[in-house]
């Protein structure tokens, strides 16, 4: 796997730790699983930060970091994760997300405004919420099983089509 890459691109663990927004989190912070990069770790990070980038529930950065805590998967790379569903993306995941509930529950699926606003989400969100959380459990337990199993599949092909260049460029040598 491209370690360096990660190395390179997520913040140095004791910067994490010493922040003085997390420091509510105590010692869970210095848990070295945390911060690895192994197969496990990444794979379960890929799972938790896909599965809640797709639940449309706020504060998506602390509930990825309390499941990343709790399932010891790699936090920088669950936290980062929940950016899959920014400002740009979540209109349409969630809509797509709504009419595969609309589908599963075989209810009648409401039209969307031109304009979307708060008036209109509090007005229709006791038709809606129902398909909606049903759509985006399944679409996020699906796409974070996924998310797993690819990495996990991904990482051991890396690891060994790093063995066979190692073998070849040996045999070469001799």
């Known amino acids: 796997m491209p370690r360096r890459l990660f190395k390179r ?7 994490i730790k010493g922040s003085k927004s997390l420091r509510f989190m105590g ?4 848990d070295p699983n945390l911060w690895h990069l192994n197969r496990h770790s990444v794979a379960r990070a890929m799972a938790v930060g896909l599965f809640v980038a797709l ?4 504060l998506q950065m602390l509930v990825a970091a309390a499941i990343a805590v709790l399932a010891r998967s790699n936090l920088p790379i669950s936290v980062s994760l929940v950016w899959l569903t920014n400002p740009v993306t979540m209109p349409p995941i969630f809509y797509a997300q709504y009419k595969v509930g609309t589908l599963l ?10 304009e979307l606003s708060i008036n209109w989400l509090m007005a229709e969100l006791h038709h809606i919420w129902q398909p909606l959380l049903l759509g985006s459990l ?3 337990t699906v796409t974070a099983a996924l998310g797993y199993c690819l990495t996990m599949l991904y990482w051991r092909w890396w690891v060994s089509r790093n063995w066979q260049r190692r073998k070849m460029r040996n045999r070469h040598q001799s």
């Open 138 to 140: 399944l679409v996020a």
């Open 27 to 30: 010692n869970l912070l210095h």
């Open 9 to 15: 691109l997520m913040p140095h663990p004791d910067r």
């Open 105 to 114: 529950l075989g209810a009648p699926e409401r039209g969307m405004p031109m």
């Open 55 to 58: 639940i449309p529930i706020p």
